[in-house]
């Protein structure tokens, strides 16, 4: 019985210590830059600045779908699948959109890079391309991310724009923060372009 104890709170240590090491990691980690204009309780407007991303468009699918399948053949780029076998650097969030004709997952290049300093991808499905400056409506839910939980903040999230007499001006986006071996303060967001002026 001791012995088993004994073994219960070393794992405890070592999950703690992993948790630890991630959470570190995860606050190094290069995030996409945004301006909040306006918050009103879990709702924020938002300015973009447009940066350069790495994007990969796949048939229609549901989070699960595009979450696993996009974020392979990106990682296998930025990993060194490329034509320098260059390793670049993680960012954060991965942006996940979903339509009815097609979804796709993106990826924020690191700001130290221009178009013009990153490697041609293997993956030929993957684009390498400046984003949209835009401002976008913005609601953030925290643990894991699921196809009912994405749902739900799409939902109102369209409500407060419908409130306040906005315009949207492109497709609901989900952005994860966090790798997937992350447990505990998990961030995750459901943003909207729309019409704004500040």
């Known amino acids: ?37 306006k918050k009103e309780g879990e709702f924020e407007i938002r300015h973009y600045p447009s940066v350069v991303m790495a994007t990969v468009k796949m048939p229609p699918a549901n989070y699960g779908q595009t979450s696993s399948g996009g974020f392979r053949r990106l990682a296998g780029y ?11 650097a993680m960012t954060s969030p991965v942006q996940m959109e979903f339509g009815n004709d097609a979804s796709s997952m ?28 835009e401002y976008v409506a913005a609601v953030s839910f925290s643990g894991f ?5 994405i749902k739900a903040h799409e ?3 369209a409500k407060f724009i419908k409130d306040r007499n906005l315009v949207v001006k492109g497709a609901f986006r989900v952005l994860g923060y966090d790798p997937p071996y992350k447990m505990t303060d998990r961030r995750n967001e459901v943003i909207v372009p729309i019409e704004y002026k500040n």
């Open 145 to 149: 991310a699921s196809n009912d939980k």
């Open 1 to 37: 019985m001791k012995s088993v104890l004994i073994i219960i709170i070393v794992l405890m240590v070592a999950f703690l210590a992993f948790q630890s090491f991630v959470n570190k990691s995860v606050q190094d980690t290069e995030e996409q830059p945004y301006k909040v204009l």
């Open 155 to 157: 939902e109102m999230l």
């Open 106 to 133: 993106s990826f924020m290049m690191p700001s130290e890079y221009s178009m013009q300093d990153l490697p041609k991808p293997d993956d030929s499905g993957i684009d390498i391309h400046p984003s949209q400056e």
């Open 78 to 88: 930025i990993f060194g699948g490329n034509q320098r076998k260059q390793k670049i």
